[in-house]
């Protein structure tokens, strides 16, 4: 089953946080990495500043979400 929820593994008591995410282009030679969930939704581009914004919107959903 395909979903676009953020989930926490074992019925949200795992340790594991599933995203879904969507690539995508973004320009010639750019990408895009997106999470539709309702709740949760993101959107980072590929340079090597927007990773780490990534990095650390991944990291503060864990927190969040796994390690409450």
Do not use: W
């Amino acid at each position: 089953m395909q979903t676009n929820k953020i989930e926490v593994s074992k019925e949200g008591k795992g340790k594991t946080l599933y995203v879904a995410l969507s690539v995508f282009r973004s320009g010639r030679d750019g990408l895009t990495i997106s999470c539709s969930d309702p709740d949760h939704a993101f959107k980072f581009g590929t340079t090597p500043k927007q990773l780490e914004k990534f990095r650390d919107k991944l990291d503060e959903l864990h927190r969040r979400l796994v390690r409450k």
